[in-house]
């Protein structure tokens, strides 16, 4: 399975600066190598079309940052699964921590949004990860446990490992740590699909102060399926980098 390179760019960026992002990218896939890695970005709301007609001719994935636990109503201001859907997005993040803090979402929450992702034919990335002072693994995989569905599409799902203390703050989780911590998440999902072969179609991404200069470490590992990359994927130049760290595999 190819890794997974998602960036996200929150709530930053302009319809200039995707624009100067496509050119930027098209020049470095027409001198430098493919990558092997399958490259995603998401986008704030508004640009998500710009976005679709930008960078999915280059084989980038785009996605939104959240979507409603419902599948339509009157809730003013929110994004639907479907409506990412219908403007070219293939992923959606949901239960990024930003989201469970700012805006109390909560497992509950986000098992119901990844219904929803499902449903709309989007791959649901969910996102969980301790804060400071918490025990990781066991802080993880009770997490993940609520922040999926009673049934949902292993084909369909990609968990993102993301230490609250590592977002933004430029610390980083070593390997060693990224690595038990997939172990755990990997057995919740091996518990909650009966099969480990169904497990392994999950990617476990990690996120959290990835930077081209350190994406290598965590993607050289075979336990790492990828990483979601915040600040380091807004420059064209450091995303394109990161997914040029990938060691070389069959695609
Ligand atoms: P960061 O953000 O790379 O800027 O730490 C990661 C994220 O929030 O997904």
């Not at 890794?3 to 302009?14: A, D, R, V, Y």
């Not at 990412?84 to 929450?109: K, M, P, T």
């Not at 989780?173 to 392994?200: F, P």
Request: hydrophobic share 45%; aromatic share 6%; glycine share 10%.
């Amino acid at each position: 399975m190819r890794k997974l390179i998602l960036g996200n760019w929150k709530m930053h960026g302009s319809l200039q600066h995707l624009e100067t992002f496509q050119k930027t990218l098209i020049h470095l896939q027409t001198t430098g190598p493919v990558p092997y890695a399958q490259l995603g970005l998401a986008v704030p709301a508004p640009y998500l079309l710009a976005a679709s007609a930008l960078l999915r001719p280059l084989d980038i994935w785009i996605g939104g940052q959240t979507c409603d636990h419902e599948a339509e109503g009157a809730r003013t201001g929110n994004v639907s699964a479907a409506m990412l859907a219908d403007v070219g997005a293939s992923f959606v993040i949901v239960g990024h921590s930003e989201r469970r803090s700012q805006h109390h979402e909560d497992n509950q929450d986000i098992a119901a949004q990844v219904q929803q992702a499902q449903a709309a034919g989007l791959l649901a990335v969910v996102c969980v990860g301790e804060g400071l002072n918490q025990a990781a693994e066991a802080f993880v995989a009770a997490q993940l446990q609520a922040s999926l569905p009673q049934k949902f599409d292993a084909n369909r799902l990609v968990i993102a490992y993301e230490p609250v203390w590592a977002i933004g703050t430029g610390q980083q989780a070593t390997l060693g740590h990224v690595e038990m911590v997939c172990g755990a998440l990997r057995q919740v999902l091996q518990s909650r699909l009966l099969s480990v072969d169904a497990s392994e179609l999950v990617p476990i991404l990690y996120g959290g102060s990835v930077t081209s200069a350190t994406a290598n470490l965590f993607l050289a590992s075979p336990h790492v399926g990828g990483v979601l990359v915040g600040k380091a994927s807004f420059n064209p130049g450091g995303f394109w980098h990161i997914s040029q760290s990938v060691p070389a595999g069959p695609i």
